[in-house]
């Protein structure tokens, strides 16, 4: 059956067509299953796996395959593309963290972790205190830098091999939330020659937009709370591969650490993910609009907007990159905002004046050209906008089909690389005019004070 993936998402996971049967498939809210005995039991415990699972995980599975003309045999899912992918069913989880954990997990005590500089910040903290732990050696690199990357690579896996440690690199792209564009092919083929394992989280792109299996990843993991699931009201997480013996390993991880998500999830889930490609085409439209109207804005100099990130602009450093390597620009961008300048003439008068009585500069000197009091940091300026906001919501997370707004420095654990007056946009369904007002209205509100009427 050859699909597009617009009705692939639609259509794949549900039961065979007949008199009386249920369009959607039904929910299994069980922890456990009767056996015969003496008889293998298929299902035994709910902790194991689920019937009410199995749909998304194929669904997700061959989403990351490749949609078109897919067969299974023997739990293999192939693709008849040019390029063909055999995978495996993907594996939810909890949690996109406990996800990820158990693909960093795979490394072995004393491995090396070769990952982005920026990078979703959860899994930064937890590569971080493995390290910190003593085990595992971490390696951050600029993702982007195809050069920085391939001479790390070849640096830790020769040193890796001598000491008969295992080697894995873990790759974002596009980055959270700097939008760095990595070169998947480059990357990942000069991984695999040096026998490196190889993972990507691959939640900003989505599979509609990204397919790393296909350029050589071992792993694929998904925040599916984020655009898989779509509406902001679950928590989960999915891994995906084509080789057994690490699908083995990760269902093992799943099972021995509990890992494993609701029954009401995976339904609420494989729901939202029947509208992906709808949603995704809408928040992507309305992001390559909102990018192009805030970069023009960037050039007012009485707007407190200093740049904007976005693949899909031609300023952005690896905008080719992404033309080529990705279906998509996506659904994210962000905006730089300035500090306050201060006012010539206010400096002027204040550049002579001494500062309040004790504050004494070199040699007991007064300290003059004090900061004006009320000029604001970049922090702050962000956060004046986020507060003008009133259709956009300032809240963490992303993908959701509400628009979502985030100064990310506001978490002490991202690092100081990233801009502190940087705001996250996570862009909804919402009609691109409604939000461009608003974000206009707030720019304008924080840079003078008085909202647009």
Request: proline share 7%.
């Amino acid at each position: 059956m050859n699909q597009h993936e617009r009705t692939f998402v639609v259509n794949a996971g549900r039961g065979p067509h007949g008199p009386n049967q249920p369009v959607n498939m039904p929910v299994d809210f069980t922890s456990t299953y009767s056996y015969r005995p003496g008889v293998h039991a298929a299902q035994d415990y709910a902790r194991e796996g689920m019937p009410s699972w199995e749909p998304l995980e194929e669904l997700l599975a061959q989403l990351e395959a490749g949609t078109r003309t897919t067969s299974q045999s023997q739990g293999l899912v192939t693709t008849a593309e040019e390029h063909p992918v055999q995978v495996l069913p993907g594996l939810l989880f909890s949690s996109g963290m406990a996800a990820i954990s158990a693909v960093v997990q795979l490394l072995p005590l004393g491995g090396h972790l070769i990952m982005p500089r920026h990078s979703y910040m959860g899994f930064s903290a937890l590569a971080q205190q493995m390290a910190d732990q003593g085990l595992l050696t971490l390696h951050r690199v600029d993702i982007a830098d195809t050069e920085q990357v391939t001479s790390t690579l070849h640096d830790v896996s020769t040193l890796a091999s001598a000491q008969d440690d295992m080697v894995m690199l873990w790759v974002e792209s596009p980055t959270n939330p700097m939008l760095e564009i990595a070169d998947l092919p480059a990357v990942l083929t000069a991984a695999k020659k040096r026998g490196v394992l190889t993972a990507v989280d691959n939640t900003f792109a989505t599979p509609l937009r990204q397919r790393p299996l296909k350029h050589g990843a071992d792993v694929v993991v998904h925040s599916v709370t984020k655009f898989l699931s779509g509406h902001s009201d679950l928590i989960m997480g999915v891994a995906i591969t084509g080789d057994p013996e690490i699908h083995a390993r990760l269902h093992q991880h799943r099972t021995l650490h509990g890992a494993i998500p609701g029954p009401m999830e995976v339904f609420l889930a494989l729901r939202g993910v029947r509208t992906l490609a709808v949603r995704l085409d809408a928040s992507e439209s309305s992001a390559g609009e909102l990018a192009r109207r805030l970069d023009e804005l960037s050039q007012d100099a009485g707007l407190p907007l200093r740049k904007v990130n976005y693949p899909g602009l031609a300023a952005h450093p690896q905008h080719q990159r992404a033309a080529e390597q990705l279906g998509g620009f996506g659904a994210i961008l962000t905006m730089e905002l300035d500090a306050d300048q201060p006012d010539p003439a206010e400096e002027a008068r204040t550049a002579d004046q001494p500062g309040p009585a004790g504050d004494l500069g070199p040699a007991g000197a007064p300290e003059t050209g004090r900061r004006i009091s009320n000029q604001r940091s970049e922090a702050e300026v962000a956060d004046a906008v986020l507060s003008a906001l009133t259709l956009w919501t300032p809240a963490t997370s992303l993908g959701g089909v509400e628009s979502l707004a985030e100064r990310r420095r506001r978490h002490p654990g991202e690092p100081s690389s990233v801009p502190d007056g940087l705001i996250r946009l996570s862009v909804g369904i919402e009609d691109v005019e409604d939000l461009f007002a608003d974000l206009l209205n707030a720019l304008r509100t924080a840079a003078t004070g008085e909202p647009i009427r």
